[in-house]
């Protein structure tokens, strides 16, 4: 009616229009807002379901089974943040915590948050190979039931790089140092070698190991001198 009024001040008709156009925007957002609460909360009811959740991990466990590494690669990915081996035989792996709750790592995903800050090792690893996206022909086989979109998480090396790292967890492994073929048998092949004069062709076939293992027998009995 105040807009209908003839003798309405153009000032106030222009505001009035303004303060309009100002609400409806504002009325669309908190209708926007309203609808994405609305499935924030229907997909955190549906990632913590606990039947959803045990189909997840005998997802992990079928796979697993299956013997397809292109599938095995990519389900692991949404686990396991990275591993780092070290030349002492130590073996560090992060494996997250929401790898079972994929939606859940969007919805706690902080822009300032770092992964790589709160997990980092104690010193840099030298030599360390930067992580790289895998191209699509080596992430998704052409069988691979796999949609393209998880293919396409796993194969991102910055997927768990706005998550914090108390939903890390943080496993220390130590392999054991095993001496090598050639290193056991050093002295045993020399001393053949001193006793017969046999040539390295004969010595492996003795031995029933390959000429370089040979070769590199006697090199580390050379050395033991």
């Given amino acids: 009616?105040?807009?209908?009024?003839p003798d309405l001040d153009t000032g106030?008709?222009?505001?009035?229009?303004?303060?309009?156009?100002?609400?409806?925007?504002?009325?669309?957002?908190?209708?926007?807002?309203?609808?994405?609460?609305?499935?924030?909360?229907?997909?955190?009811?549906?990632?913590?379901?606990?039947?959803?959740v045990l189909d997840r991990l005998h997802r992990l466990a079928d796979v697993l089974?299956?013997?397809?590494?292109?599938r095995t690669n990519i389900e692991l990915a949404h686990h396991i943040v990275h591993i780092d081996c070290f030349s002492d035989g130590r073996v560090?792996?992060?494996?997250?915590?929401?790898?079972?709750?994929?939606?859940?790592?969007?919805?706690?995903?902080?822009?300032?948050?770092?992964?790589a800050e709160t997990c980092?090792?104690?010193?840099?690893?030298?030599?360390?190979?930067?992580?790289?996206?895998?191209?699509?022909?080596?992430?998704?086989?052409?069988?691979?039931?796999?949609?393209?979109?998880?293919?396409?998480?796993?194969?991102d090396p910055d997927r768990f790089k706005h998550l914090a790292g108390r939903f890390v967890w943080r496993d220390e492994f130590r392999i054991s140092q095993t001496n090598s073929w050639s290193a056991r048998h050093a002295r045993e092949v020399a001393q053949l070698l001193a006793e017969t004069g046999w040539t390295r062709k004969k010595l492996a076939a003795h031995f029933g190991v390959s000429k370089p293992t040979i070769r590199k027998a006697l090199k580390m009995a050379?050395?033991?001198?």
């Fill in 1 to 5: 009616m105040t807009l209908g009024n």
């Fill in 12 to 52: 106030l008709r222009r505001d009035l229009e303004e303060q309009y156009v100002t609400a409806r925007q504002r009325i669309v957002e908190l209708e926007a807002e309203l609808v994405a609460l609305n499935t924030r909360e229907e997909a955190v009811r549906t990632s913590l379901d606990p039947e959803a």
């Fill in 120 to 155: 980092q090792e104690e010193e840099p690893t030298p030599g360390r190979i930067k992580e790289r996206r895998l191209p699509a022909r080596r992430r998704h086989g052409a069988k691979s039931p796999v949609s393209a979109e998880r293919a396409a998480r796993a194969a």
């Fill in 222 to 225: 050379e050395e033991q001198r």
């Fill in 92 to 115: 560090v792996m992060l494996t997250h915590k929401l790898g079972c709750f994929e939606v859940l790592q969007d919805l706690l995903s902080d822009p300032n948050g770092s992964l």
């Fill in 65 to 70: 089974a299956e013997g397809n590494p292109t």
